[in-house]
């Protein structure tokens, strides 16, 4: 079975967390936050957490992961959705405890909240999903768009190619395409 949200899926969990988190409290932008670094980013929900203020260049378009799988440091473009809803987020982020960038209770966010959202966001549409899920599916929409693989596998941090290999699918819609010209 494909591991990647097809884009009907995707469209629709966009739809739920946009529309789940319209009334502008501080978690709705926090959730819109970490949904996009999933989602646009394709970070690993581990890496999410970890993820520190000075890491962010809002005006660059990038982040720092550090010490990600492997413990390697990648920098990651950030998409410009990604950027506008992360501005949002630090407005109301206020004063913390921690120099985490993304917190709940003044706390850095927990792979469990992420989680447990997300899986809620996704049961509102009748779609299955995980973080991890979301990771799959950037890599295919990216492969499925025409960015190059080795492209793909330097913005998910792979060690191989293989791994992103098995990341990435091609599309049935696309392989037809390809075959027509």
Request: aromatic content about 6%; glycine content about 6%; some cysteine.
């Amino acid at each position: 079975l494909p591991r990647f949200l097809n884009e009907q899926e995707y469209r629709q969990l966009e739809e739920s967390v946009l529309g789940h988190t319209a009334i502008g409290t501080r978690d709705d932008y926090l959730d819109r936050a970490w949904f996009y670094l999933l989602a646009h980013q394709g970070l690993r929900v581990s890496e999410l957490c970890d993820l520190r203020v000075v890491d962010l260049d809002l005006e660059g378009q990038r982040l720092v992961v550090r010490q990600g799988k492997g413990k390697r440091d990648r920098v990651v473009p950030l998409s410009a959705t990604t950027v506008a809803v992360v501005h949002d987020y630090l407005a109301v982020r206020g004063a913390a405890q921690s120099n985490h960038l993304l917190l709940f209770r003044q706390q850095k966010i927990k792979v469990t909240l992420v989680q447990t959202r997300l899986r809620r966001y996704g049961r509102a549409v009748d779609v299955a999903v995980s973080p991890h899920r979301l990771r799959h599916t950037l890599a295919t929409r990216l492969l499925n768009s025409g960015m190059d693989i080795v492209s793909i596998q330097r913005l998910l941090g792979h060690e191989t190619l293989a791994t992103t290999q098995i990341y990435a699918r091609v599309y049935d819609r696309t392989v037809g395409q390809d075959f027509r010209q």
